[in-house]
């Protein structure tokens, strides 16, 4: 069976050995597909669990979570024995199969790692959400994945808190002129992108399909604020301006869209640098910087914790102390029992910060790391970032 046709009825992959590059990035694809946490782990009963938590709280009683996951759409054998045999693959590659794209300085070696990095991701995925109504699995896992932060990091962001002082904003921007603002975005900075409006609760990008999606509202219809509308314009085309450098960086030497699709733990880069943007081009405000705080803090104090159920509650009360609303409050602490992540946010925009060439982590959707690793391929392999720093951090661009 070949990568493109990847099912998990089949039980063996075969590549070949002159296509190995183009043939693993297929794989890859696919493969995410299937494993991706963001598809596979959702508690389906967060909203009935608000409800009850909100009634105990009323009543000063205990409340401990007992949430529901669905199932993945996987068998997880199956798909672990499909990427260990992508990691075996891995080892065909060639100085040969490089130059083919006209590499100057990226090693075999290095392209090895860059796949069996890619495929041991996604194996954690997939053990995640497997697992993740185990707490063990699931804490160890997200640690692997996203590394949590450190204390100072978490005494910065509790500063902040006391600080930052929310605005009553006044929401009164439509679903369909946000779309207008984005498509308005994604024709300055010169990209072929799809703007699409759909009935979900957020916004959100889809590389694959060259598409960013404006929510309607999932129960009734959304309205943003103008100051959300403008700050959301800014982040969600940062991670579609990502994704289409990665696309356009092979165009030229037949290099596949991998680099805008996955490359290793990416995640750990991306949503710091939409933050960043936010910051850079004067689209941050209180409200959502508040938020950003709130979000490292919890998910700082779950992962801290010794038992997720027993200390919910209390990590709950302790966001809501720090200025956070029930509902906001609730859901963070929810939502971390899916991916341990939501600290990525403050942390990475740190990272975003101390970088000065910021054109090498526009090459695709790349963290640090592979940033460097790559930038040395431009004007070989890949060609420089269509979308460039300036054009997007330059608030007077």
């Known amino acids: 069976m070949q990568p493109e046709e990847i099912d998990q009825k089949q039980e063996v992959l075969k590549f070949d050995q002159d296509k190995i590059i183009q043939e693993l990035s297929t ?17 389906q009963n967060k909203k009935q669990e608000r409800k009850r ?18 199932k993945t759409s996987y068998d997880e054998e199956k798909l ?36 069996q990095e890619i495929f041991q991701e996604l194996k954690l995925y997939t053990k995640l959400a497997a697992n993740i109504e185990d707490e063990g699995s699931w804490r160890r896992y997200s640690e692997e994945i996203w590394s949590m932060v450190g204390e100072e990091t978490v005494q910065d962001s509790l500063q902040k808190l006391q600080e930052l002082e929310k605005e009553e904003l006044e929401e009164n921007i439509s679903p369909e002129e946000l779309r207008d603002m984005f498509e308005a975005e994604v024709e300055r900075l010169g990209m072929d992108y799809q703007v699409e409006l759909r009935e979900v609760s957020g916004c959100f990008n889809i590389p694959e399909k060259e ?13 943003y604020s103008e100051e959300e509308a403008r700050m ?39 949503e710091g640098g939409a933050l960043y943007r936010e910051e850079a081009t004067g689209t941050a405000y209180k409200n959502k910087a ?16 010794e038992n997720y159920r027993e200390d919910f509650q209390e990590i709950v009360e302790e966001l809501i102390e720090l200025g956070g609303s029930v509902d906001r ?24 910060k101390n970088i000065e060439d910021k054109d090498k ?15 040395k391929e431009i004007g070989g392999m890949i060609k420089e970032p269509e979308i460039t720093a300036d054009k997007l951090f330059n608030p007077s661009i």
């Open 27 to 43: 794989a890859a694809e696919k493969l995410l597909e299937q494993a991706s946490w963001i598809s596979n782990i959702n508690i």
């Open 290 to 305: 508040f938020d950003y705080h709130l979000r490292l803090v919890a998910a700082y104090k779950i992962s801290q914790s």
């Open 211 to 223: 598409t960013v999606v404006v929510s309607k509202g999932e129960d009734s219809q959304r309205m």
């Open 53 to 70: 938590f909100k009634k105990a709280r009323e009543k000063e009683e205990n409340f401990k979570p007992n949430f529901e996951y669905s």
């Open 80 to 115: 672990l024995e499909l990427i260990e045999q992508c990691i075996e693959a891995v080892k065909l590659i060639e100085e040969d199969n490089l130059e083919k794209y006209g590499a100057k300085k990226l090693t075999s070696q290095e392209m090895q790692n860059f796949f």
């Open 361 to 375: 982590m526009l090459i695709g959707k790349v963290n640090q790391e592979w940033a460097d690793k790559l930038e």
């Open 232 to 270: 959301l314009t800014k982040h969600e085309l940062f991670h579609a301006a990502r994704a289409y450098n990665g696309f356009k960086a092979g165009q030229k030497s037949g290099f596949p869209k991998i680099l805008g699709l996955h490359t290793p733990f990416y995640d750990r880069a991306e």
């Open 329 to 352: 409050s609730f859901y963070l602490v929810a939502r971390n029992r899916e991916a341990l992540r939501h600290h990525i946010y403050k942390a990475g925009r740190n990272d975003w």
